[in-house]
DNA sequence: CTGAAAGCGCTTACAG
DNA sequence: CTGAAAGCGCTTACAG
C-alpha cells in the first residue's frame, strides 16, 4: 500500500489544523461553509482516499459484518447471504463472507479470523458436525454478537433465526399424503442437527394427524452427501414395499435421490414423489424435479438475521442482559408444475 | 467493540515493556524462550486476540484481498472465488467478496469501498456492460494491483487472466459439425464485452475450416437475461430453416434456450444440440442439457488470478515498469450424457 | 536479550 | 468557527 493523501497533507497545504481538516470532510456542523468546500475541493482535486483502517483503529468499529456459511455452491445460502447484504448495506456495513466447507475446524479458523479482524458481528450457519459451540462463546465475551441462521444450535441460550422446521415439514409431508401416498419415507438429517428432529417430528405428525402409523424402517438418516443419500435410497428400493413419497430433509437431498433412481431404477422415476425444504432457483431448469417445496424465504431470512444482528449492534452495552431472541420464519409450500 | 486485553495489559503484568511482548508474540529470534512462554502463557490465560485493525493501520497493509464478481448464483464464478480463497489461504490473506449484480454504478462503489478498506490487491469481473474502466485506473495510481478476470477489458493495458475464448469457440462449434449440423447459430454475447468478439471468431473459424458457409442471421445477440434469450431463439424459429445446432456464449444461455424450446416448441426439444462455455455442477441434475460444453476450469482460473495478484503485491515497488500480464487458460471440450 | 520512543492516520473532547 | 493535544494498539529501528 503507497502512502497516498492524508488528511496532515491537506492541512498543511491549506493551511488549516487536521482537525478542522477532519471535521470539514465528515461535514462536522461546526465548520463553515467556504472552509469545507476548500477542504473538500483540494480532497478531491487530490484523490484523497480516506485511511479506513486508521477510522477502524481508532474508532474501534470496523464497521464490517462476518457471514459464515458451508458452501457457497448452495444457493439456498447465497440467497441469505444476497439478504443480509441488503440490509448491511442499507446501514453501510461491508460484509465478509467465509466458507466453513462444512467442517468444524474451518469453522474455529475463521472464527478466530473474524475476532482477530474485529467484525462487529457475526451471522453463522453452523456445519452440520459443529457440536463444540465454545469458539462462539468466546466471542460473546468480547463483546462481539453473533446470529445463528438457518441452522440453530442446540443450545437454546444463542440468538437464531431459522425457519418454522417442524411446521414446514409437516406441510411438505402431508401434501405426499395428499397426493395419495400411504408409504412415505423420510430422509432425515444429520443428527447432529438441531433441525433434523425438528423436521422429523413434522413428519411423524403429519402421518399421525392422518392416521398412517409410524414406521421406523421409512426413516434413513443421511449425511449430506450424495453417496449417503445413494445408500439410504438403495436401502428404501430393497424393502418389500418400498415408500412411493419421500419428505426430505433438504431438497438437494430429493435431487441426489432422483439421480439414484435415474441411475438405478429408472423404472421407478415417475412412481415416486419427493418433497423437501429449499425452493431453489436451478428448479427452472429440471425436468425430474420435488412436486413440491418449502419455500425458506432465505433471503428474507438473511434479512431478518442481519436485522437481528444490528439490533444487537447497537444495544452492544445490554449484551448481557437482554433476552435471547429466537426468531422462526413461517414457511410457504410451493406445488411445482 | 469492547476493549478487551491488548498487549500494554500483557505487559504491564509481566513487568515487561510492550515492546518485548509484541516481538515475543510474534516469534521474535531476539527474545528468551522463557519470556515467549511467560508471554504467550498470560495472553493464551487471558483471551488475548490481537487486534488486527491496529495492524493494518500500523503496517500500511491488511492481508486482503478484495473479490468484485457479478453474482454468486452463477457457479462459474463460485467456483473461482474457491480458487481464489485456496490460493489466499495459503499465503494468509483474507478474502472479502462482493456482488456487483451487472450494475457499473454498484462496481465503482464498490470499488471506491475496496480503496478505502485498503485491500492489498483487487481480483474483478467486470459487468457485462463496463465500459468505462476510469474507477480500476484510479487504483492502480494509488498502488493497489488489480487482476481482472474471466472477463478481459478491452483496453489491453490492464492485467487479466481468461480463457482461450476463441480456441474454445471453435472447439465447441466444430463439435457440433461433427455430430452432423450444417445450420449452426451462434447466441453471441453482449457487444460490451470483449470476449464475445473472440468466441464470435472462434466460431466463424470452425464453420470456415468445415467449409460451411458464414450466415448473418444465424448470429443473434443477447445479454444474458431469459428475455433477450427468449427473443433470440423466437427469431431463430421463424427462421425458414432453423439452426438445428446452436452454439452459445454462455450454457446459461443454454439452458434459457433450452427452456424456451420447451415452453414454445416441445417437439424441437430433441432436434437441437446445444453447446457452450460453462460445465457446470448443476448439469448433474438436468435430464436436457448442453450436448457439450467447454470446461473453463474456474476454480483453476481463480488460482491463477490469485497468483499472479500475489505475484504483483510482492513487486509492489515496480508497478511501473513490469510488462503487463495476459494469461490465457487452455479449454477441454466436455460431452455430455 | 530487553526497553524507550516514535509514529502509522484518524477522531474528538476541550479550550479559545 | 478553528486548533492543540491526546490517544486508539501495535511494530520496529535504535540504543543499551
Same sequence: chains 1, 2.
Avoid at 487530490?46 to 474508532?59: M, S
Avoid at 406441510?171 to 438441531?194: D, F, N, Q, V, W
Wanted: hydrophobic fraction near 40%; charged fraction near 25%; include cysteine.
Amino acid at each position: 500500500m503507497k502512502k497516498g493523501v492524508t488528511i496532515k497533507d491537506i492541512a498543511l497545504k491549506l493551511n488549516m489544523s487536521v482537525s478542522t481538516v477532519s471535521k470539514a470532510l465528515n461535514n462536522d456542523l461546526s465548520i463553515s461553509i467556504p472552509t469545507k468546500d476548500r477542504v473538500k475541493q483540494l480532497a478531491n482535486d487530490w484523490n484523497y482516499v480516506p485511511n479506513e483502517a486508521a477510522r477502524h483503529f481508532k474508532l474501534c468499529k470496523t464497521f464490517t459484518l462476518g457471514l459464515i456459511i458451508p458452501n457457497m455452491l448452495d444457493q439456498f445460502f447465497v440467497l441469505a447471504i444476497n439478504g443480509a447484504e441488503k440490509i448491511a448495506a442499507m446501514e453501510k456495513y461491508n460484509v465478509i463472507i467465509s466458507q466453513s466447507h462444512e467442517d468444524p475446524l474451518n469453522e474455529e479458523r475463521i472464527v478466530d479470523l473474524m475476532k482477530r479482524n474485529r467484525v462487529d458481528g457475526l451471522i453463522v450457519v453452523i456445519t452440520k458436525k459443529t457440536e463444540d459451540m465454545s469458539p462462539f462463546l468466546n466471542l460473546k465475551n468480547i463483546g462481539i454478537p453473533v446470529v445463528f441462521f438457518a441452522r440453530p444450535p442446540k443450545d437454546d441460550s444463542f440468538d437464531y433465526v431459522t425457519a418454522d422446521n417442524e411446521g414446514g415439514a409437516f406441510k411438505a409431508t402431508e401434501y405426499l399424503i395428499k397426493r395419495g401416498h400411504k408409504r412415505i419415507g423420510h430422509l432425515m438429517g444429520p443428527e447432529s442437527m438441531a433441525i433434523s428432529q425438528k423436521r422429523l417430528q413434522g413428519y411423524k405428525t403429519a402421518l399421525q394427524k392422518n392416521k398412517i402409523g409410524f414406521d421406523p424402517h421409512l426413516v434413513k438418516v443421511v449425511d449430506l452427501t450424495e453417496e449417503s443419500t445413494f445408500f439410504a435410497m438403495s436401502q428404501f428400493m430393497k424393502m418389500k414395499s418400498p415408500p412411493t413419497g419421500i419428505f426430505a430433509f433438504k431438497n438437494y437431498i430429493s435431487l441426489d435421490a432422483i439421480e439414484f433412481l435415474k441411475k438405478k431404477f429408472p423404472e421407478m422415476i415417475d412412481k415416486v414423489d419427493f418433497s423437501g425444504f429449499g425452493n431453489l432457483p436451478l428448479f427452472r431448469h429440471l425436468d425430474h424435479k420435488p412436486v413440491a417445496s418449502i419455500e425458506e424465504s432465505s433471503y428474507e431470512m438473511g434479512e431478518e438475521a442481519a436485522r437481528l444482528l444490528f439490533r444487537f449492534i447497537r444495544e452492544e452495552d445490554s449484551m448481557n442482559t437482554r433476552a435471547v431472541q429466537h426468531i422462526q420464519i413461517h414457511c410457504k409450500l410451493v406445488v411445482h408444475k
